[in-house]
C-alpha cells in the first residue's frame, strides 16, 4: 500500500538516500569530537590555533550542516506524509542528495586535517550552502525542514562562538565582534521566520507572500548560520584560501586550423583508450562535422583546461581519492570537481560541485539542437559507453 500511495503520488524510493544517509551519519559524532577537543585548547588565542586544526573544526562544522539540512528534509517529508515513509516527492529527493553530495569530502578533509599537522585545506572557505531547488510554492514539508535544522545549526554556532570568546585576547575583539554579529543576525532572522510561521499556523494569514516571505528568512538564517560556524573555527579564514594561480585562457586551434586536436574535449587521462576504438574515432569526427559553432566548444574547454591549471578545478575523485574518470557519452570528457566558485560557460560553480563538459551531436540529424553544455551532477562509475552518433543508436553495456 506503500508503493501504490507514492507511485500515485508521483513520489520516488529513498533508497539510494538512505545510503548516502547513513555513510555521512558519522559527521554528528565527528562534531562532538571537535567541540570537546575545542574546550580543552592550550591556548588563550585562538587565532593562534594551528591551520591544520583549524581546519579540522571548520570541515567537521560544514559536514555537520549539510548532513543535518539533508536529513532534516527527509524527516519532515515522512512526518508530514506517513503513508508513504520511504518515498519521497523527487523535488525533495534533489534538494536532499544536494546537500548530501558534499558531506563525504568535507569528512576526508576533516579526517585529513586531524591526522596531518601539516595539512592545508584545498578548497575556498567560506563554504557556500549548496544551490536550493526552486520550487513553487514551497512545500510545507520544506519549510518545516528548515526550520528543524537552523534551531539545531544555531544551537552550536552559539556553542562555538562562545568557545571562541573564551580565547579571544583584547587584540582580537574587532574579529569577535563580527562573528557574534553575524550569529545575532542568524538568530534574529530565524526568529522572524519562527514566528512568521507559527503565524500561518494559527491561521491567521494563509497567504502566498507570507509563505514566500518565511522561506527568504530562514534560508537566509541557514547561510548565516553556516558562515558563523565556519569563522568561528577559522577566524581568520583568509590566510588559509589557497590562492589561485595566473593562467590565462588561451584558444584551442579549432577544425581546419594548425593544430587542431579532435580529441581535445576528452578526458586526458582515457584519451588513448579512446583513439584505438575505431567507432570512438568514427563519433568524435562527427561530433566535430555536425557541430555548428565549434569556436564556442572550444573556447569553453579552453576555459576548463585554464582552470585545471590554475587550480580553480580539479579532476574529481572518490572518497579513497580515485579519479572518477571520464563521462559515459562520446567525446568522454573529464569528470571535474570545482575547488573554488568560478564559472565557466554561463554556470556559476561552488566549491564540490563535479561537473563535466556535456558535448553531442546525437539529436542533430533530426532536427535537434546541438549540445554544448556544463553538466552539474553527483557523477558515479558506470560500465555503459555511449558514442552518440548523430541519427543512430550508440549505447551498449
Known amino acids: 500500500m506503500t508503493r501504490l500511495r ?42 593562534t590555533v594551528s591551520a591544520s586544526q583549524q581546519t579540522f573544526f571548520l570541515a567537521t562544522w560544514n559536514a555537520f550542516v549539510l548532513q543535518s539540512i539533508a536529513d532534516a528534509f527527509i524527516d519532515a517529508d515522512f512526518a508530514f506524509d506517513p503513508g508513504t515513509v520511504g518515498f519521497v516527492p523527487p523535488v525533495t529527493a534533489e534538494q536532499a542528495m544536494r546537500f548530501y553530495a558534499g558531506v563525504e569530502q568535507w569528512l576526508v578533509r576533516a579526517r585529513q586535517a586531524q591526522a596531518d599537522p601539516r595539512y592545508r585545506l584545498d578548497l575556498h572557505v567560506p563554504a557556500e550552502l549548496p544551490a536550493w531547488v526552486e520550487v513553487e510554492p514551497c512545500p510545507e514539508a520544506h519549510l518545516h525542514a528548515m526550520l528543524t535544522a537552523s534551531g539545531k545549526l544555531r544551537e552550536h554556532a552559539e556553542l562555538a562562538v562562545a568557545d571562541l570568546r573564551k580565547r579571544a585576547p583584547q587584540s582580537r575583539q574587532s574579529d569577535l565582534t563580527k562573528i557574534k554579529s553575524l550569529l545575532a543576525a542568524a538568530q534574529t532572522t530565524a526568529d522572524y521566520a519562527e514566528q512568521l510561521h507559527t503565524q500561518l499556523h494559527a491561521g491567521q494569514s494563509a497567504s502566498q507572500d507570507l509563505h514566500e516571505r518565511i522561506e527568504r528568512s530562514i534560508k537566509d538564517a541557514l547561510g548565516k548560520a553556516f558562515l558563523t560556524g565556519q569563522l568561528a573555527a577559522m577566524p581568520q579564514i583568509d590566510q588559509y584560501v589557497p590562492e589561485s594561480g595566473s593562467v590565462p585562457t588561451q584558444r584551442l586551434p579549432g577544425p581546419g586550423d594548425r593544430g587542431f586536436d579532435p580529441w581535445c574535449l576528452t578526458d586526458p587521462h582515457t584519451r588513448a583508450q579512446w583513439q584505438r576504438d575505431r567507432r570512438a574515432q568514427a563519433a568524435v569526427d562527427a ?19 585554464a582552470a585545471l591549471a590554475r587550480g580553480d578545478v580539479d579532476y574529481a575523485t572518490d572518497a579513497n581519492g580515485r579519479r572518477l574518470g571520464n563521462y559515459f557519452c562520446c567525446p568522454w570528457s573529464a569528470v571535474y570537481v570545482a575547488k573554488r566558485p568560478i564559472e565557466i560557460g554561463g554556470k556559476r560553480l561552488r566549491p564540490l560541485q ?44
Open 6 to 47: 507514492a507511485r500515485v503520488a508521483g513520489e520516488i524510493s529513498t533508497d539510494t538516500i538512505a545510503a548516502y544517509r547513513a555513510a555521512g551519519a558519522s559527521a554528528y559524532g565527528l562534531l562532538v569530537e571537535a567541540e570537546q577537543e575545542r574546550t580543552v585548547l592550550a591556548t588563550d588565542d585562538y587565532w
Open 354 to 397: 563535479q561537473f563535466t563538459f556535456d558535448v553531442s551531436a546525437e539529436e542533430i540529424v533530426e532536427g535537434g539542437a546541438f549540445k554544448r553544455e556544463l553538466l552539474v551532477a553527483d557523477f558515479s562509475r558506470t560500465e555503459d559507453i555511449d558514442y552518440c552518433d548523430p541519427g543512430a543508436d550508440g549505447r551498449h553495456e
Open 287 to 305: 561530433l566535430w562535422k555536425y557541430d555548428p559553432h565549434p569556436d564556442r566548444t572550444l573556447e569553453i574547454q579552453a576555459t576548463i583546461d
